[in-house]
């Protein structure tokens, strides 16, 4: 182009030039036009073939290779084991999926999907996009009363068959450990005190990340059931607490102990980072969950890969609390398919069957970064690092969710993720930090 | 030129327009019009309207009046820095990114050997998109694994160039001045290419020295160049969001009134009317802008 064609902008130099630009004009609007549709054509596509009855369509957030293909081993099985039923699986990349979940959930959603237990469900049971289940809850065996009570909506009643869940904890190298005489601590002086070993020795004590938002919210949910239980937990993330009570400053005075022992730069680190400098010894302890440091472990070391439980503040608080998200299959209410009796039977038939410990042992053989949630299920196959999260968890008396599943959603990304960010930048200012919080608390919840 | 006589055979045609003409013409003004409502008013009202209700994206819509906007003045941390670093977007591409641009360009059109090579390694970057750059940027500046903090071979205590909220969006300007310069630079080798060399040996001749000449003669003669650099510049800043999503999801130091309308909107957040008021805020910035270009331009066209 050359400058005469910026100042006559709007006067065509010819015929041609004109009708060409006016063709591709509208070829450009129709295209523009089908931008505008497509995202209603895509969710279309969940519809999948009208309900004949046996086949049932599931969303499924699982992109990940290794998920992805523990997830088709699995509804092989169940296609194998049932008459003629099928399963049609839409797979989605997990972080889309999450993003558009209301607007999947109230388009045409496929019957089955995936999605997580805790607040994270019931508010989308609340709104009545989910079909309730407790007839299915009769007969399912094997889950503990927790696992139930995080499956149940306000209403009392259950929407979420679960299938696997992964604890956290610090997590850590064994050969390390071994190499330089370092013993799991029990209490919180205990693991600073370890932690202050282990700076002399020349190591980050403690692997730290925040850049994804979220992995730091594992430490803050720790400190904040360790120092004051459960209890107190579940009602500041109901928004029934406020969030410039002492006993939150409280949280985050004991936080800011802990950061020198830290990598620094947190919020500049993602998860895996992290984890590879666990692995390469370079870090001492991280507070992860289950899957995240055997992602980035090669094979040879996975065995190598070792967890305490987070250590003890509060005696009265003990380590009742364990932090293990919870992944299940719930039903659409919206699903068009759901509505043809026949349909809803296969839909509610593969849940029963996928809330059977043999169907967990179909996927946890080949993806081994998780646990059962079924007591029913096959623990002699899991590795000791499998194990010891079983005892873990079964130890628990309550099982937290994770903060970004046990409150609302729009007050975990809109407000938490950014100022669990500012504190780790700046932690001095916790009044300053606690006021912002708790300010736009109050406008989220009270918006309903 | 061209204009005066088409328009005059376009009233002649109008005595003579059949049914069929005038169904043509209304098809095709109509659809256009159609999809200009349809594509770009009708959201953008809608917009305006979602600014004054309370909606998750589920349930029904509440009006509420100013409230989002008390909200978002008053009661919103990242909304400030955001409205910040879109200006300093702005004042960085604009005045550091640009001008160096141009500079470059000069610099080529004087021909300098392999000029060619040159022109090509510095346009590269625009073909790239910002999403592409931002990973590059995270390439060159994560702290344990950058390419930057390991040829300053720092490793004691490492410059956190993405995560210290107070360098990581000069470092993110870095990157996005680095692709915008050499859009700047190849818009002005055309203009420059384009320019009378007898004007400057006129100038040359009435003993204008280099400077005098290029500020003088050359410069005001590219004011067309000019108006579109400052156009896309200021685009480039209103809607810069990739690269910083990219690089943290544009939070910790790199908000952006973009990446709040997103975060607000997309994702399960869902506070659709807050983050509507966002936008609102958005499109008035960048109405303010089209306003300015559009007086100057129609003053332009009446003065010519």
Redesign the interface.
């Known amino acids: ?4 064609d ?2 006559r902008s709007g ?1 065509p ?1 010819s015929v041609a030039g004109h009708r060409m630009s ?1 063709r591709s ?2 070829r450009g ?1 129709a295209v ?2 089908g931008a ?1 549709t497509l995202p209603a054509l895509l969710t279309a596509c969940g519809g999948g073939p009208g309900g004949d009855g046996s086949t049932i369509t599931l969303g499924s957030n699982s992109s990940d290779p290794v998920p992805k293909k523990a997830f088709a081993d699995a509804f092989a099985a169940y296609e194998a084991q049932s008459d003629g039923r099928k399963v049609k699986v839409n797979t989605v990349d997990h972080n889309t999926f ?2 558009n ?3 999947y ?2 388009g045409k959603p496929d019957d089955v999907f995936m999605w997580f237990a805790g607040n ?1 469900m019931q508010f ?1 049971a609340e ?1 009545g ?1 989910l079909h309730d289940i407790s007839d299915n809850w009769q007969e399912y065996k094997g889950f503990s009363p927790a696992l139930k009570a995080q499956s149940t909506g306000a209403d009392g009643k259950q929407y979420l068959t679960p299938y696997y869940y992964y604890p956290w904890a610090v997590f850590h190298r064994r050969s390390l450990f071994a190499d330089r005489g370092y013993q799991a601590p029990k209490t919180l002086d205990e693991y600073v005190a370890l932690a202050r070993q282990m700076k002399k020795d020349k190591l980050d004590p403690i692997a730290f990340c925040d ?3 979220w992995p730091a919210m594992g430490t803050f949910d720790y400190l904040d059931m360790r120092t004051n239980g459960y209890a107190f937990h579940k009602s500041l993330m109901a928004g029934e607490v406020a969030w410039t009570d002492k006993r939150v400053r409280e949280v985050f005075d004991t936080w800011r102990r802990l950061l020198p022992y830290c990598q ?6 993602t998860w895996q ?1 992290a984890a ?2 666990l692995q390469k010894k370079e870090a001492g302890m991280a507070v992860f969950g289950l899957p995240h440091p055997g992602a980035q472990f090669p094979k040879d070391e996975q065995d190598d890969i070792d967890f305490f439980p987070f250590p003890v503040i509060a005696p009265e608080h003990g380590q009742d609390a364990v932090e293990a998200p919870i992944d299940g299959f719930l039903l659409a209410k919206k699903s068009k398919n759901l509505k043809n009796k026949k349909t809803l039977e296969s839909a509610k038939d593969l849940l029963k069957w996928l809330a059977t410990g043999k169907a967990e042992d179909i996927y946890l053989k080949s993806d081994p970064n998780n646990i059962a949630v079924s007591d029913q299920a096959d623990i002699s196959a899991y590795s000791p690092l499998q194990k010891k999260a079983v005892e873990l968890v079964s130890g628990a008396k309550q099982i937290s969710q994770f903060l970004d599943r046990d409150t609302r ?2 007050f975990s ?2 407000v938490m ?2 100022a669990i ?2 504190f780790i ?1 700046d932690p001095n200012d916790v009044d300053g930090l606690v006021n ?1 919080i708790e ?2 608390k109050k ?2 919840f009270a ?2 | 030129m ?2 005066i006589p088409a328009r005059r055979t376009g009233r002649r045609a109008a005595r003579r327009f059949t049914g069929r003409d005038l169904a043509v013409l209304g098809v ?1 003004l109509g ?2 019009v159609l ?1 200009d409502a ?2 770009v008013w009708g959201p953008t009202l809608a917009s305006v309207m979602l600014s004054f209700t ?1 909606w ?4 029904d819509i509440k009006w509420v009046g100013t409230q989002n906007y008390e ?1 978002l003045f008053t ?4 909304f400030w820095p955001a409205a910040r670093h879109n200006l300093l977007w702005l004042a960085f591409l604009g005045l550091v990114a640009a001008p160096f641009g141009l500079l470059l360009a000069v610099l080529i059109d004087r021909g300098v050997r392999f000029s060619r090579f040159y022109q090509s390694t510095l346009y590269m970057p625009v073909v790239l998109s910002l999403a592409v750059v931002g990973f590059i940027a995270q390439l060159v500046f ?4 950058g390419a930057l903090n390991a040829v300053i071979g720092d490793t004691g ?2 410059t ?6 107070d360098l ?1 969006i000069w470092m993110v300007l870095l990157a996005a001045a680095w692709r915008h310069t050499g859009y700047v630079m190849i818009l002005y080798l ?2 420059l ?3 009378d060399p007898s004007l400057k040996e006129a100038a040359a001749i009435d003993g204008a020295g280099e400077a005098q000449t290029f500020f003088r003669i050359v410069l005001p ?2 004011r ?2 000019n ?2 650099v400052g156009v896309i510049t200021v685009i480039e800043s209103l809607r810069a969001f990739d690269i910083v999503y990219a690089v ?2 544009g ?3 790199l908000e952006l009134l973009s990446v709040l309308v997103t ?2 909107i ?6 659709i009317g807050f983050g509507s008021a966002i936008a609102v805020v958005m499109l008035l910035v960048s109405l303010g802008f089209v306003v300015t270009y559009l007086v100057q331009e129609i003053r332009g066209e009446k003065n010519r």
């Open positions: 182009m050359t400058q005469s910026y100042g006067v130099g006016r004009l509208l609007a523009g036009a505008v999450q993003e979940i209301s607007r959930l109230q994270r989308f709104k996009l850049k994804d938002g620094q730069g947190a919020n500049g680190r980072e590879n400098s959603p729009d990304s809109t993720i950014p960010q500012k930048s912002d300010r736009q406008t989220i918006a309903g | 061209s204009l095709l659809i256009p999809l349809a594509i309370g998750d994206g589920v349930g909200n009661n919103y941390p990242q994560s702290r344990d694994q205590s490492p956190d160039w993405l995560g210290d909220p990581n055309a203009g290419k384009a320019v003669t590219l067309p160049v108006v579109i943290n999801h939070r910790n130091g975060d607000n997309i994702g399960e957040a869902s506070r």
